[in-house]
């Protein structure tokens, strides 16, 4: 596509339900990143791919999170039994290549609310 | 990883000043990403860094490299209402950009 795509865009769940956020990235970017922003902060690295590998996992926050890629596109990042501080924006952004030699395009993110 | 460090959190100006954000680093950085994120909105990506000492403009921006790579700056002239926003600074480590809190603009019209 276009642009990266994110869905939903907003998310509002129940306090232990489990979540989907979908990321649909650039045609072509083999690069996939996943970051989270609360209110007023900067933004979290959560995990990113290469094709449909996830080299590094380390910025997961627990064993609730998880993420996958498939196609070496789409991307669907689950949050399992969400607590409220699971609260935030989740952006996706993709590039041609890992390597910090290339610009990041973000989706619009999905603003999830636990209540 | 470490963060590179940027300064102010936040400016305020009045419409028609200029405006500059700092970032600084301990270690030499291979190159330096600049993002803008309107409020309610995604960071954009503005420009990529890469050459000691290296200087690039884009209308009313100038974007600085500092000769050691420690070092870049963001300079708007003559601030607009629509240069509102966060202004990051970010490092790339291999394979991920590290953001930090960013520089928060807003400009009285």
């Known amino acids: 596509g276009a642009g990266v795509s994110q869905s939903p865009s907003n998310k509002v769940t129940e306090k232990g339900k489990d979540v989907e956020l979908r990321c649909d990235p650039i045609?072509?970017?083999?690069?996939l990143y996943w970051y989270r922003q609360s209110l007023g902060q900067g933004l979290e690295f959560l995990i990113y791919?290469?094709?449909?590998?996830?080299?590094?996992k380390s910025g997961l926050p627990s064993d609730r999170f998880s993420a996958e890629r498939t196609g070496g596109s789409v991307s669907t990042l689950t949050i399992q039994r969400t607590q409220q501080e699971d609260s935030a924006v989740y952006l996706c952004?993709?590039?041609?290549?890992?390597?910090?030699?290339?610009?990041?395009?973000f989706g619009s993110g999905t603003r999830l609310t636990v209540v | 990883g470490q963060q590179v460090m940027q300064i102010p959190q936040y400016q305020h100006v009045q419409e028609g000043e200029d405006f500059t954000t700092y970032c600084n680093s301990s270690?030499?950085?291979?190159?330096i990403q600049w993002y803008k994120q309107r409020p309610g909105g995604h960071p954009v990506f503005l420009i990529q860094?890469?050459?000691?000492?290296e200087v690039k403009k884009q209308k009313r921006l100038t974007f600085q490299f500092g000769e050691a790579k420690k070092n870049s700056s963001l300079h708007i002239t003559a601030t607009q209402t629509t240069d509102v926003g966060t202004y990051f600074c970010?490092?790339?480590?291999?394979?991920?950009?590290?953001f930090g809190k960013g520089t928060l603009l807003t400009v009285n019209p």
């Open positions: 952004a993709s590039s041609l290549e890992t390597g910090n030699f290339y610009g990041y395009t």
């Open positions: 791919f290469q094709g449909n590998s996830a080299p590094d």
């Open positions: 270690t030499t950085l291979s190159n």
């Open positions: 970010t490092r790339g480590s291999n394979y991920k950009l590290t």
């Open positions: 045609s072509g970017h083999t690069a």
């Open positions: 860094l890469v050459k000691s000492g």
